[in-house]
T-cell receptor
């Protein structure tokens, strides 16, 4: 089954404790991206990657890092989480040939930073 | 600066009637538009898209209309069903740009 898998689905952590949210896709997609969803703000792009070792900032990259060492994986790293990073996070992927096209989303990771 | 706007946070319609969800954009470079549907506790799922070279695209009960001069697109659902109740996001991108900009979403409730 074609899917985008995120882990953990739910996490409560404390300020400053480094964490990583993993994302893996099994569709051999070139393009992967991270979004956060906040009430009243919709979906905002954090980082995206057009291929292995190619990443770029989205609209809200502050406080986040990403890496794309393998095509299927695109982890989101919070080096020193703060309460304003409490949010619902979505990873997404697409074939990414000549533009984004249809994005396939994971089920989301709800993060709470105390 | 919000480049994709969905000005109606919510919409309520009766089962069997038409649902019309609206979206406005400000960036004239946008040339590809998508609608996503999102149920609670799930990720958004792709619904329908339209390229700027078209003014209409239809897929079953779902039709998207694009008015480039007004920088406006709309999603029509006919007939509406209770299972269509969800948050609908409008999204836009430009050319080979790999950024996809989303609106804030509209919560559609279809009443039986």
């Amino acid at each position: 089954e074609a899917q985008v898998t995120q882990n953990p689905r739910y996490l409560i952590t404390v300020t400053g404790k480094k964490l990583t949210v993993t994302c893996s896709q099994n569709m051999n997609h070139e393009y992967m991206s991270w979004y956060r969803q906040d009430p009243g703000l919709g979906l905002r792009q954090i980082y995206y990657s057009m291929n292995v070792e190619v990443t770029d900032k989205g609209d809200v990259p502050e406080g986040y890092k990403v890496s794309r060492k393998e095509k299927r994986n695109f982890p989101l790293i919070l080096e020193s989480p703060s309460p304003n990073q409490t949010s619902l996070y979505f990873c997404a992927s697409s074939r990414g040939t000549s533009g984004i096209g249809e994005l396939f989303f994971g089920e989301g990771s709800r993060l709470t930073v105390l | 600066d919000q480049q994709v706007k969905q000005n109606s946070p919510s919409l309520s319609v009766q089962e069997g009637r038409i649902s019309i969800l609206n979206c406005d954009y400000t960036n004239s470079m946008f040339d590809y538009f998508l609608w996503y549907k999102k149920y609670p506790a799930e990720g958004p799922t792709f619904l329908i898209s339209i390229s700027s070279i078209k003014d209409k695209n239809e897929d079953g009960r779902f039709t998207v209309f694009l008015n480039k001069s007004a920088k406006h697109l709309s999603l029509h659902i006919v007939p509406s069903q209770p299972g269509d109740s969800a948050v609908y996001f409008c999204a836009a991108s430009s050319g080979s740009n790999y950024k996809l900009t989303f609106g804030k979403g509209t919560l559609l409730t279809v009443n039986p």
